[in-house]
């Protein structure tokens, strides 16, 4: 039995993602290419992690379906929203999340 709707669902949150990604891996410099990656260089490693995590914040994606977008495990997309809440202690990289978030925000047309 197929969920009506369900597609239109996915496709749109796929795109979320993927902007998501974009805006992040500009920012950081890395390749679009290694936010698909299983590589742990650290440039590419933290750029996933605030990847998925404004994706979280910024759409309200669940943690199932950021595993399903991004190829990795509910674990593993809660344990990277969980690094950069941590990481944001740190003042510099509380700006950096704040701005990019504003900026995704913007390309998405999402408001607060």
Do not use: W
Not at 2 to 31: D, I
Not at 39 to 54: I, M, N, S, V
């Amino acid at each position: 039995m197929k969920r009506v709707g369900s597609a239109k669902k996915k496709n749109v949150q796929s795109r979320r993602v993927g902007l998501a990604q974009a805006v992040v891996a500009s920012a950081f410099g890395v390749a679009l290419e290694e936010m698909h990656t299983r590589t742990r260089t650290k440039p590419a490693q933290e750029a996933r992690q605030l990847a998925t995590y404004l994706a979280r914040v910024v759409f309200d994606i669940s943690l199932r379906e950021l595993a399903r977008e991004t190829g990795r495990s509910p674990g593993t997309a809660f344990y990277a929203c969980k690094q950069v809440e941590n990481r944001r202690e740190k003042p510099e990289f509380d700006r950096t999340v704040d701005f990019l978030e504003h900026q995704l925000r913007a390309a998405a047309g999402v408001s607060l």
